[in-house]
C-alpha cells in the first residue's frame, strides 16, 4: 500500500529525493576528501618503507653527521639510519625557458634509501643513474607537465635529464621541500647532510625525537621532520577542503529537515479524510504510521544512496590532483564513507518523519469527517481590485495568513542568502590573497624581493643597489637561521622558522599584539606558538641556536602567519651578533619611491645582477604556500555556492507548490470572479521576492560581523587570531541580485500548478 503513494504524490516524492541526494552528495564527498587518502598514503609508506624521521643538521660536515649517526644507533627502537648528501637548489629549477620557483632539493642517490620508491614512470633501476641524469618527485612533473626524457636545468650550466620519475610519503606537495635523485652533487656546490631515522614496530617519527633527547641531555641536533608530521601537512588542502563541504552539508541537511518536516505536515492535513477512513474501517494508528513511515523512508533512503553514488563525481575532481601524485587512478574510500553518509542523513531524517507522524493518533475520523471545508475571503463587492486584491496586496495577505509558509521561506532565504554571501566575499578574498601576502605569510609589505645567488658579495651588492635612483630602501633580511624552543616531552619538532631584519623601523608588518623586537633582547613569536606555550607579550622563552646555545629573549609581540604552518618567529640580526652567532644575509626587502614601478625596475636592473641576486615580484614570493591555501579554498567554494543556491531554490519551490495546491479552491474562487493566473503569479513572485530581500537586509549586517569570527575559526590550525576582509559593495551587490533572481524564477517554476485551477473545479464543492 505505502508503494502505491509515490504514484499519488509524485512531486513531494521527487522533491524529497532531491533535497536528501544533494545533502548526501555533499556530504559524502566532503567525507571522501578527508579520509579517503589514509589507505593510499599507508600503502605509500609500506611500499616505500619510508623513514619514520628525517633531521636536518645544523653543521654540513661529515663526520659531524657520522657522529649524530652514531647516536641514533645506540638507542634501542633504531633499527637503521641513513646519511644523505644534498644542496638546497636556492634559483629554481628551469623547465625549457620557464623558471619554477619552489623548495627543491638535490640530493645523491642511496640505494638503502630509494630501491623501494614507488616509481611512476622511467627505469625501475634508479641506481644505474648517468651523470647527468634524475629523477624527480611525480607532484613536480604532474604540475608541470614533464615527462621521462625531458630536461631540466639548475643554475645556469648544470642540466639533466629525467630519467624517471617516483613517489614517496616526503615528496608529495610543492609547498614543501621536493627531491630531485641525482648519482653525484657536484663538487662546486655547497652540499649539507640529513639522516634518515628508521623505527622498530610502531615507534613514531615523535616517539624517535623523544628518545634521543633523553638520552642526550634535551639536545637534538637539527631540525626534524616526522613521517606523520609531512603526511598530515601533505593532506592540508584535501582537510581544509573537506572541512569546508563537511560544514555547509551539515547546515543544509538541517534546513532540509525542516523542510521535509513542513512536506509531511501538508500531507498530513491533504490526507486526513483519507486516514479518517482508514482508521473507520479498522486500521490502527500503528499500521497507519508503519505505511507512511515506509514511503518516506524509501524516499530518503533512495535520495541518500542516489547522492552517496553521485559524490563520486564531485570528489573525484577535488582529489584527482593528489591521487595522481601518488601514483594511484582512484580512492576505494567511497564505499565507507557513502555508507556513514547515508546512515546519517537516513536517521536524521528518520526522526524528523517520526516527530511529524505521530500526531496521526490525534486524528480522529469523526471530527475529520464533521469538520467543513472553510475558505476565508474578505472581498467587498463596491472595492477596487487594484485596493484589496493588487499583487502586492495579496503577497503582504499571504505572509499573514501562510505564516508557516513564510517561516520556512525566511528561514530558507537566510540560510541560503548567509553561505551565498559567505562563499562569494571568501573567493573574492582568496583573489586577492596573492596581491596582500605578505600579510597571510607575515612579511613586510616592500616592493620588490631580492634572493641571493652568491652569498659571499650579497651585502655589497646590496650597497650597490640601495644607491640606483629610485630606490628608498634596502632591508637586509633571512630566513635560513634555525631557532629551537626548549623541549619537553610530547612536543616533537621544536624548531621555528625565524625571519630575521636588520631592523623593523617603519615597516608595515603585521603585528597582532604589542610590536616587532626593536632591540636585541627581544624576539616576536607566532601566535601558535604563544598558544602552544601559554606564553604572552612581557613573557620570557628560552630559545636555542644550533640546538644547545640557549638565550633567553623577552616576547615583545605575536603574529600569524602560514608559514611553516604558522611555527615561526621574528629577530633582530643584532640578537644574533651579541651571541656570536654566525649568519649571513641571504635576502632582501627592497622599497621603491614609485611603487606603481615595480615590473619598470625588476626588467631593467635584474640583468645587471643575473648570476648574483634574483629580483621578484613581492606579490609572487611564497607562491607555493599561497597556492596550498588558495587552491583547496577555491575548489570548495564554488560547488558550494551551487549546491546552496540548488537546495534554496528546491526548498522554495517545494514550499510555494504545495501552497498553492492548498489554496487550490481560494484560487479558483479568485478566477471565478475575474482574476487571472498571471495576477496570482506576480502575487507569488511579490511574496516570494519581499521576504528574500527582507531576509537580505537581515543578514548583510549579521553576514559582515561574524564572517571574519568565521574564518579565524577555520584558520585557527594556523594560530590566525584575526582575518582582514575587504568588503565589496559592487560584489555584494552582484551576489545577493543573483540570488533574488533565482528565488524569483523558483516562485514563476512552482507556480505552474496555478494554472491548473480550472473554476469547474468549484462544482464538486
Not at 146 to 169: F, H, M, Q, R
Not at 411 to 422: A, L, Q
Not at 693 to 706: E, G, K, R
Not at 754 to 759: F, I, Q, R, S, T
Amino acid at each position: 500500500m505505502w508503494f502505491k503513494k509515490i504514484r499519488k504524490r509524485k512531486i513531494q516524492s521527487l522533491f524529497i529525493i532531491l533535497i536528501v541526494a544533494l545533502c548526501s552528495m555533499l556530504m559524502t564527498s566532503s567525507l571522501i576528501i578527508m579520509t579517503s587518502f589514509n589507505d593510499p598514503y599507508k600503502n605509500l609508506v609500506n611500499e616505500c618503507n619510508s623513514p619514520g624521521l628525517k633531521l636536518y643538521l645544523y653543521h654540513d660536515e661529515k663526520e659531524y653527521a657520522q657522529n649524530i649517526k652514531n647516536k641514533f644507533e645506540q638507542l634501542d627502537k633504531v633499527r637503521n639510519v641513513e646519511i644523505t648528501k644534498y644542496y638546497y637548489i636556492r634559483d629554481g629549477i628551469k623547465v625549457g625557458a620557464d623558471l619554477k620557483e619552489g623548495f627543491y632539493d638535490l640530493i645523491e642517490y642511496n640505494e638503502k634509501l630509494h630501491k623501494n620508491l614507488r616509481m611512476i614512470n622511467g627505469d625501475f633501476n634508479i641506481e644505474y643513474l648517468g651523470e647527468k641524469e634524475c629523477v624527480i618527485p611525480n607532484t613536480f612533473a604532474n604540475e608541470y607537465g614533464i615527462s621521462v626524457g625531458d630536461k631540466i636545468k639548475i643554475g645556469e650550466s648544470l642540466s639533466y635529464a629525467v630519467k624517471g620519475i617516483y613517489a614517496d610519503p616526503y615528496n608529495m606537495s610543492v609547498a614543501f621541500d621536493l627531491e630531485f635523485i641525482v648519482t653525484n652533487i657536484p663538487k662546486d656546490m655547497g652540499s649539507r647532510y640529513y639522516l634518515s631515522v628508521f623505527s622498530e614496530g610502531n615507534i613514531t617519527g615523535n616517539d624517535l625525537i623523544d628518545y634521543y633527547r633523553e638520552a642526550n641531555n634535551k639536545i637534538l641536533e637539527g631540525r626534524g621532520i616526522t613521517l606523520e608530521s609531512r603526511i598530515n601537512d601533505n593532506q592540508l588542502t584535501e582537510k581544509i577542503l573537506g572541512g569546508i563541504l563537511f560544514a555547509g552539508s551539515i547546515l543544509i541537511l538541517f534546513v532540509s529537515g525542516i523542510m521535509i518536516q513542513y512536506m509531511i505536515k501538508n500531507m498530513l492535513i491533504s490526507e486526513k479524510e483519507s486516514i479518517g477512513i482508514y482508521k473507520t474501517i479498522g486500521y490502527s494508528n500503528h499500521l497507519i504510521t508503519s505505511i507512511y513511515l515506509k514511503f518516506y523512508l524509501f524516499l530518503v533512503t533512495l535520495g541518500s544512496v542516489i547522492g552517496a553514488l553521485s559524490s563520486k563525481f564531485i570528489s573525484d575532481s577535488f582529489t584527482k590532483e593528489t591521487l595522481k601524485n601518488l601514483g594511484v587512478t582512484t580512492s576505494k574510500g567511497i564505499l565507507k564513507a557513502g555508507f556513514i553518509c547515508v546512515f546519517i542523513v537516513i536517521f536524521f531524517v528518520f526522526i524528523q518523519v517520526y516527530l511529524i507522524l505521530r500526531n496521526l493518533k490525534n486524528i480522529k475520523p469523526l471530527e475529520v469527517f464533521s469538520k467543513e471545508v472553510s475558505i476565508q475571503m474578505n472581498i467587498k463587492k463596491n472595492k477596487k481590485r487594484s485596493m484589496g486584491f493588487s499583487p502586492i496586496n495579496m503577497a503582504f495577505r499571504m505572509m499573514l495568513r501562510s505564516k508557516k509558509n513564510t517561516i520556512l521561506i525566511v528561514i530558507t532565504c537566510i540560510v541560503s542568502i548567509y553561505c551565498v554571501n559567505f562563499a562569494s566575499t571568501a573567493f573574492s578574498m582568496i583573489d586577492a590573497m596573492q596581491e596582500n601576502n605578505y600579510y597571510w605569510i607575515g612579511f613586510d609589505k616592500h616592493d620588490v624581493s631580492l634572493e641571493s645567488l652568491d652569498l659571499n658579495d650579497f651585502e655589497e651588492n646590496l650597497e650597490e643597489i640601495k644607491a640606483i635612483p629610485g630606490v628608498k630602501k634596502v632591508i637586509p633580511t633571512t630566513t635560513d637561521v634555525p631557532v629551537s624552543l626548549e623541549w619537553e616531552k610530547g612536543l616533537g619538532d621544536t624548531i621555528m622558522s625565524s625571519m630575521i631584519y636588520e631592523t623593523y623601523d617603519n615597516l608595515d608588518m603585521p603585528i597582532l599584539e604589542g610590536r616587532n623586537p626593536r632591540y636585541s633582547n627581544e624576539i616576536a613569536i607566532g601566535n601558535s606558538v604563544a598558544n602552544q606555550l601559554n606564553k604572552h607579550v612581557g613573557d620570557y622563552i628560552p630559545i636555542y641556536f644550533n640546538g644547545n646555545q640557549k638565550i633567553n629573549l623577552l616576547i615583545s609581540g605575536t603574529f600569524q602567519s602560514y608559514y611553516d604552518m604558522g611555527k615561526s618567529c621574528r629577530l633582530l640580526g643584532e640578537t644574533l651578533r651579541e651571541n656570536d652567532i654566525f649568519f649571513q644575509y641571504s635576502e632582501a626587502s627592497l622599497y621603491l619611491k614609485d611603487n606603481s614601478q615595480v615590473e619598470g625596475f625588476i626588467s631593467e636592473y635584474s640583468d645587471n645582477y643575473s648570476n648574483k641576486i634574483k629580483f621578484i615580484d613581492r606579490k609572487l614570493k611564497y607562491v607555493t604556500i599561497m597556492d596550498m591555501i588558495c587552491t583547496p579554498q577555491k575548489k570548495a567554494i564554488m560547488p558550494f555556492m551551487v549546491m546552496v543556491l540548488l537546495l534554496g531554490a528546491l526548498n522554495i519551490i517545494a514550499i510555494v507548490y504545495l501552497k498553492n495546491k492548498d489554496l487550490s479552491k481560494i484560487n479558483s474562487i479568485y478566477k471565478a470572479i475575474g482574476y487571472s493566473s498571471n495576477h496570482l503569479l506576480k502575487a507569488n513572485i511579490i511574496y516570494i521576492l519581499t521576504i528574500a530581500i527582507i531576509s537580505t537586509m537581515i543578514v548583510l549586517p549579521v553576514f559582515i560581523a561574524v564572517f571574519p569570527k568565521t574564518m579565524v575559526v577555520s584558520l585557527s590550525f594556523f594560530g590566525f587570531k584575526e582575518y582582514r576582509v575587504d568588503y565589496s559593495i559592487i560584489n555584494i551587490s552582484i551576489t545577493n541580485m543573483i540570488t533574488l533572481f533565482i528565488f524569483g524564477l523558483s516562485g514563476i517554476i512552482s507556480s505552474k500548478n496555478l494554472y491548473d485551477n480550472p473554476v469547474k473545479d468549484l462544482t464538486c464543492e
